[in-house]
């Protein structure tokens, strides 16, 4: 089912249609935020590149609302975060090699904060 859902979320953001998930803006987003992160870097994406890449309203906008077409569909929370861990992870493969390796020296140094 989960995999429906996501592919679901996709179709309807690439038709532009556009949501919020419920937990916006309460205590949750942060814990979805985090955990996100983690699950990013397990599959070997930059915490830089999801600190700053999807820090951006546009992005953090997209990300929010694929992950609010999944729970639109029923996933649960869980299922959400691993779909935006799987959207940030396809994002990271986009991006030429050069980029990737320009946010992943970044990792290296230390230089997380937003304003670094």
């Known amino acids: 089912?989960?995999?429906?859902?996501?592919?679901?979320?996709?179709?309807?953001s690439q038709q532009g249609l556009l949501r919020k998930p419920t937990w916006i803006d309460t205590p949750k987003e942060k814990v979805f935020f985090e955990q996100v992160v983690d699950i990013s870097q397990k599959k070997?994406?930059?915490k830089n590149f999801v600190?700053?890449?999807?820090?951006?309203?546009d992005a953090a906008e997209?990300?929010?609302s694929h992950v609010a077409h999944m729970e639109a569909?029923?996933?649960?929370f869980t299922e959400q975060v691993i779909s935006g861990a799987d959207?940030?992870?396809e994002a990271w493969g986009q991006l030429p090699s050069d980029v990737q390796r320009d946010f992943s020296s970044k990792d290296k140094l230390g230089v997380i904060g937003?304003?670094?």
């Open 62 to 64: 997209a990300l929010f």
């Open 114 to 116: 937003l304003f670094s």
């Open 73 to 76: 569909r029923g996933s649960s």
């Open 44 to 46: 070997g994406v930059s």
């Open 51 to 57: 600190m700053k890449g999807f820090m951006s309203p």
């Open 87 to 89: 959207y940030v992870a």
């Open 1 to 12: 089912m989960h995999y429906a859902n996501e592919r679901g979320a996709i179709r309807d």
